[in-house]
């Protein structure tokens, strides 16, 4: 089935369906759970026939486009997106004072550490309890809300735009992708050895926490340097 355009076409449709939807109606809990379900239900497919790359794909491109709708639909339509992101306004507000001042870098470690460690904690735990059930959810909360403020800064020019497309979240969002990938395999194929992940699996696992302590790294030296480069 995977083999089958038709499967990649229907899951390009469901993800511009369930992001453009519920956003375009202002629906911040539909939203994630909306694109969670669908996008759980499409990588359970490959995931069971053990195609990993074919899942990496598939939710790859699966982010990009919810990533470019949420970006497009924020910066056309920002009050309308705004209402399907809890607390946007005030996301929209902090990224606007951290673009002027560099102060409080909103959702970062140090500004909202107990957020980030339940996030991790759903990506890891999880997606491993749950098929990658409940790691999806928190990705897909936090590409929508990535997306939604990349969108409001491109308001303000082209500068904006990449001021938004903030190094460290992209490479922690791509190490939050692998690990979904590679921990929702056990529910599913009913593998619980870890070994058997870790010997053929083992670049993914360690790209992906590479990746996460990259952005991390990058979270705390990058942002300054990054504001001065690209503040509108």
Request: glycine share 10%; charged share 10%; no cysteine.
């Amino acid at each position: 089935m995977v083999k089958d355009p038709i499967y990649y076409i229907t899951f390009g449709f469901f993800a511009l369906l369930t992001t453009a939807l519920p956003a375009a109606l202002g629906q911040p809990n539909f939203l994630p759970i909306a694109q969670t379900v669908a996008i759980t239900l499409f990588l359970a497919i490959p995931l069971r026939r053990g195609r990993i790359t074919t899942a990496l794909v598939v939710l790859t491109s699966w982010l990009l486009l919810q990533l470019f709708v949420m970006i497009a639909g924020s910066a056309l339509l920002p009050l309308v997106f705004e209402r399907a992101i809890h607390e946007g306004f005030a996301y929209h507000r902090a990224l606007l004072e951290w673009s002027v001042t560099g102060i409080s870098l909103p959702g970062s470690v140090l500004q909202a550490p107990g957020s980030r460690l339940l996030e991790l904690v759903g990506i890891l735990i999880g997606s491993l309890l749950s098929a990658g059930l409940v790691g999806l959810w928190f990705l897909m909360r936090a590409v929508n809300q990535f997306g939604y403020g990349i969108g409001r800064l491109a308001v303000e020019g082209p500068a904006g735009l990449i001021l938004g497309m903030m190094p460290w979240k992209l490479a922690t969002l791509a190490g939050y992708a692998g690990l979904v990938v590679m921990l929702a395999q056990p529910l599913l194929t009913n593998i619980w050895k870890p070994a058997h992940y870790l010997v053929r699996q083992r670049r993914l696992a360690i790209a992906s926490l590479v990746l996460i302590a990259l952005g991390l790294v990058l979270e705390f030296a990058l942002p300054g340097l990054w504001r001065v480069m690209w503040a509108p």
